[in-house]
């Protein structure tokens, strides 16, 4: 008999719902691209609910049934309540117990997770991380997030609390951040800080390109000024130097610290890898020694992207494979990790 | 059946070699103040393996046996080949299988385990941390070290390099390192940087006591910089000021990113605990919205030192216990933990 399981992404800015099946292939995929954080909260739920339910009656069956449900959910999980202590990007939902009202409605098991560790698991189980047992994924969206499989297992810490590397200072009376502390790397490394930064720019009267991008197009973001980069703009191209040295300042301080084989960096910014990696590699080969002794041998002195089986015991940080996909397939991956059957 | 084991500090400055038995008591401790570092290699070891063969017949016997042999060593070791690959303190010893020579000269199994994590191993036995499954400690010495202990063992990371906390940066382009970055912790929070600190502001003109100190005293060090901050001397409160924001910003960037109940700051310089820890823990809240969500509610806006039950998934920053016997008792902790029997 096979299996599959739901998978949920519950964004800032759209609702994903996928049935997945036992080896990763995606059965079905929901989306809803209406703006989750605007809408009522009770709204977001019964259409997330619905998806659910649609997507169990199509694949259960006689010979397939259904192994659980995951849910990714940005912000910071209460793990032994299921309450959603904090999340910038869901408001209404603050210290919304929004584990068990989905098990209410569903009438079912779910397991939750956060949005960052789902996006790890999902790299872990099918992307750039699939030959490791231990590694790190560092988001750039429009925050930044992490995650941490370590041993095959999302590493929570005592209170779901881990892995908030976007607060992680790289820059001591740096830039000031909604967490209440300045100079942390979400201020430099993710998709509003690298808008930010080249808005400063304009407003200094110093890119002259940018300033032309942000009259001439209504969405002026982190794609544009990655295309200015591309195209050569001096400024453009600092901004990502910028986001590449407080990244690697963090891989760098991650590596002393937890001697991993592999370091993912996903997120939207990511895909502007050829902009920050040579800025962030630099920042590594100079802060961390530990990485100095474990780099891989036939490319120890540049970015590299290659996810392939990596060089025994040596420090790999590499791109994302799965896009915006992981973080959902991540979500269907709980259900076996958690061992739970429905 | 009674069981003991045989636990080896391996200084730069003092030999230790010490019976333990099951419960953490010290049967007894050998002790040679020779400095290790200058010494031939070969006469350290005769010496180690001597004392640890004495106290073994000493204690050994029908109702009595030796459950293992475990060594701390500065520096890190390849886990796998038992190689220390890296030692600043002992300069001799570089790629010296030290692992294979102490076990063919004892003819017997020995552990190797870093000084770092033999301290937190001994923090987490019988010290501060004997009630948490999960801790970090960092050794403020003559560097400045680190170890976790993660579900009851230690975090060694892919090959024995984790927990370099002495190296992670806090100031861009700050004091250069012997690692070869700049800003790294040890800079500003190990008993040599606290010399180095002090004696830049006596260079500088703006330390009148301290420079009077330096002159009267053969051994200006952080000892005797603390004793002229507690008398209440400014630049050298000022210098204490600086560890403590320097050892702030990195228990602030681990707590976010581990979500550990306790860290442990053990070491010399942690005798200096009242003059560093208030710009410590003022540095930790500012930067770790991790640790205000976390903290112990009783004590939440200060400075302390509780070492006693914590509360229930609260993040505590307290004193190591064991003074310089952490690392003695970890090592000794070392052959439990390995279930090796000899």
Request: proline share 4%; glycine share 12%; charged share 20%.
């Given at each position: ?41 009770d ?28 849910i ?46 789902a ?96 009259k001439?197009?209504?969405e ?12 050569g ?22 590596i ?87």
């Amino acid at each position: 008999m096979s299996a599959f399981a739901i998978g949920v992404d519950l964004g800032g800015t759209s609702l994903r719902v996928a049935a997945v099946d036992s080896q990763g292939k995606m059965l079905e995929k929901i989306t809803t691209n209406t703006a989750v954080a605007t809408r009522s909260r009770d709204l977001v739920i019964d259409e997330m609910c619905g998806a659910i339910q649609q997507l169990t009656s199509k694949f259960q069956n006689d010979s397939n049934h259904l192994a659980g449900i995951g849910i990714g959910v940005p912000g910071i999980i209460e793990m032994e309540t299921g309450t959603l202590r904090w999340s910038p990007n869901l408001p209404g939902w603050h210290d919304y117990p929004v584990h068990a009202e989905i098990e209410r409605r569903l009438g079912t098991k779910v397991i939750l997770e956060n949005d960052a560790n789902a996006a790890a698991l999902g790299e872990k189980w099918l992307g750039a991380a699939a030959k490791v047992d231990d590694m790190c994924m560092i988001t750039l969206g429009t925050g930044v997030g992490g995650g941490f499989v370590l041993a095959g297992k999302v590493w929570h810490g005592m209170s779901g609390m881990a892995a908030e590397l976007g607060h992680l200072n790289v820059e001591r009376n740096g830039a000031p951040c909604n967490c209440g502390s300045r100079g942390c790397l979400e201020q430099y490394a993710s998709a509003t800080a690298v808008k930010r930064m080249a808005m400063e720019a304009v407003a200094a009267g110093n890119a002259p390109e940018m300033a032309r991008a942000m009259k001439a197009s209504q969405e002026f973001n982190s794609k544009v000024i990655y295309q200015l980069a591309l195209e050569g703009d001096e400024p453009a191209r600092e901004v990502f130097r910028r986001a590449g040295n407080a990244l690697g300042t963090v891989v760098a301080d991650l590596i002393n610290i937890l001697n991993l084989p592999m370091y993912v960096i996903g997120g939207g910014v990511a895909d502007a890898w050829d902009a920050f990696a040579p800025s962030m590699m630099e920042t590594v080969q100079r802060n961390s020694y530990v990485y100095l002794a474990t780099a891989p041998r036939e490319n120890a002195h540049g970015a590299h992207d290659d996810a392939g089986q990596p060089p025994r015991r040596s420090t790999v940080i590499t791109r994302a494979r799965l896009g915006s996909d992981a973080g959902l397939v991540g979500a269907a991956r709980c259900p076996w990790l958690h061992q739970k059957m429905n």
